[in-house]
């Protein structure tokens, strides 16, 4: 994080090509040309020698109280058939009020450079002024030393934009070709990269390691070659302070025609909310210490600058389509989390009020169908609800599950959430993730968003939707039945008729029934648990309850409230109230 704030604010970034076409949500573009349309920008080439080319990479003028640091990245290109040594000219940038000023070569330059290759060559010095003064041009000088006085001829001298000087983190990037709104394709050909990028989610995490915002991007190769993706990373911007993210994937390759997703990790506080998106190069300059150590400078340079809606962190910026419960989520389609034989979707979301505890509690239900012959591994999905006010709510998962879902079968995962007692349900969007980890870096990969229903509930209903089951009450008693060590029995009588979804597997870690017995004024008596699959389960026809309630008073009235119940991965139980029965 750099809160530090310059006294006056310099534009940059090196050309950047926009992709011609609008962006769409990247499970929506299955067709890798939709999204690779380019118009590179050409970086401007100068001759040095016959044998000698230069670009201009990067500009570094950073200012600070006492000191200015200018540096520049300076690509050279052997055009030649054999190796050609690296010119030793002198490089000076000249400034605004006239002064001039050498910059030192990067003990790690290279020597020599590769027939038809190319090197970087790094320059930097620090100089002392106080004031701000703005570069203007940049300047190779062969200095001769052999005669007296000595001689300098300049070889090539280039009037700078300030579009291309970078003047810290706290820059602001102005040019218009460099500024994005959410969702537009971009390219780097300051990087010499063909890859087209596509911003398609940020997000909060919030972990035992701290607050981070994850950026996922797609990456699409629209060439016929294998390509690695460049260094870059992501700053995120508020309006006074910048933080620095870093790439969760050190290394990807795409395959001709291939898209992938890169996540960028930003560490921020609990309350941070971006502005905006600088995406930056990383720069490294080597000076050598008297001991002959190398100590290495570096820094990044702005190239773009994305606009982020407000509330992007929490409210997302993926379209989110209407669901229908039921149906098969459209999944990202470049996910290898889920396998595509594998079809997703939501069967149940219910809010409840808690009123002992002061909050809400949503549970959704999905059902995980494999469509293939042979047995698939149960994924384990996150997910996450988000009000519509943009406030977003982790979903635990059910404790335990089988570990695979048989062929042509379904399975049932439930999920809790734990809502504010103001959140009714209205204008939810649920959001699907893969989670995801390289090295010690944990990340979640977005994998589907859309606006979800809520069900509504009827705790009167005489047919009880438990999925997979469906629970019709026929009838209903409750006695109490007087013991010899002088208290009271109680125990509930249900005729039943169930019926279950048959393609879904049903075992031991399905929801159970939970029965709760109340005395006249509101007190819990007693309670008692049942399965509705495996041994001991309910079934249809006369289910005698024993509610394990032992009391020396026969109270009248009384009521039962039936629970559906799970645990989640918190240890928590988790309870959904069903209906009511009241005697």
């Known amino acids: 994080m750099n809160k530090k704030m310059k006294k006056s604010l310099a534009t940059i970034v090196l050309s950047a090509a926009l992709l011609t076409t609008a962006a769409m949500p990247a499970w929506a573009a299955e067709d890798v040309s939709s999204v690779i349309s380019t118009e590179t920008a050409a970086i401007p080439s100068y001759s040095l020698t016959n044998h000698v080319e230069v670009e201009i990479k990067s500009i570094l003028n950073d200012h600070e109280t006492d000191t200015t640091k200018l540096g520049a990245v300076i690509r050279v290109r052997n055009t030649s058939g054999k190796v050609t040594r690296v010119p030793d000219y002198e490089l000076r940038v000249r400034m605004n009020d006239g002064i001039e000023y050498t910059l030192q070569p990067s003990a790690k330059n290279p020597k020599s450079i590769q027939p038809k290759s190319q090197q970087e060559l790094s320059y930097m010095t620090t100089v002392e002024r106080t004031d701000d003064a703005e570069l203007t041009d940049l300047s190779f000088v062969d200095v001769d030393l052999e005669v007296y006085p000595k001689k300098e001829t300049t070889l ?25 709104k959410w969702g537009e394709p971009f390219s780097l050909p300051s990087l010499h990269s063909p890859l087209g990028f596509t911003p398609v989610d940020i997000h909060k995490e919030i972990t035992a390691k701290g607050v981070s915002n994850v950026v996922q991007i797609q990456v699409v190769n629209p060439t ?24 969760a994937e050190a290394s990807v390759v795409l395959d001709p025609g291939e898209k992938k997703y890169i996540h960028v990790v930003i560490p921020t506080d609990l309350e941070t909310e971006f502005s905006s998106l600088n995406v930056v190069t990383p720069e490294s300059f080597f000076a050598a210490g008297p001991d002959g150590k190398l100590f290495e400078d570096t820094y990044r340079v702005g190239r773009i600058n994305i606009l982020l809606p407000a509330g992007a962190a929490t409210q997302g910026v993926i379209p989110a389509p209407d669901y229908t419960l039921g149906t098969p ?96 349900g209205e204008g939810l969007k649920m959001n699907l993730y893969s989670q995801q980890a390289s090295g010690d870096t944990t990340y979640r990969s977005l994998l589907a968003t859309a606006k979800v229903p809520v069900q509504p509930n009827d705790f009167t209903a005489k047919t009880l939707n438990v999925y997979p089951y469906e629970i019709t009450i026929k009838n209903w008693t409750i006695s109490a039945i007087y013991m010899a060590t002088l208290t009271y029995d109680y125990k509930l009588k249900l005729d039943l008729d169930i019926k279950s979804d048959k393609q879904v597997t ?78």
């Open 156 to 180: 090539l001298s280039v009037p700078v934009d300030a579009g291309l000087v970078w003047s810290g983190s706290d820059s602001e990037i102005t040019n218009s070709s460099a500024l994005l």
């Open 224 to 247: 016929k070659e294998r390509q690695t993706v460049p260094n870059f990373g992501i700053d995120g911007k508020t309006a006074s302070s910048v933080y620095s993210g870093s790439r």
């Open 506 to 583: 049903a075992d031991k870690y399905n929801s159970k029934l939970s029965f709760e017995l109340f005395d006249n004024i509101g007190n819990p008596v007693g309670k008692t648990t049942s399965d509705l699959s495996g041994e001991g389960r309910l079934y249809n026809g006369t289910n005698t309850i024993d509610l394990n309630a032992r009391s020396g008073q026969l109270d009248y009235p009384i009521q039962i409230k039936v629970y559906e119940t799970f645990t989640n991965e918190m240890g928590e139980t988790v309870k959904r109230l069903l209906t009511t029965f009241k005697q």
């Open 329 to 424: 989520v459209k999944l990202d389609s470049t996910n290898k989390f889920v396998p595509s034989n594998v079809d997703v979707s939501l069967v149940e979301l219910h809010v409840t009020n808690n009123d002992d505890d002061g909050f809400n509690t949503a549970v959704a239900k999905f059902k995980l169908t494999n469509n293939s012959d042979r047995p698939i591994p149960i994924p384990a999905i996150a997910t996450e609800l988000v009000s519509k006010d943009g406030y977003a709510y982790g979903g635990r998962r059910q404790a335990s599950t089988a570990l695979t879902v048989v062929p042509n079968a379904s399975y049932i995962v439930s999920y809790s959430y734990a809502l504010p007692s103001s959140e009714t």
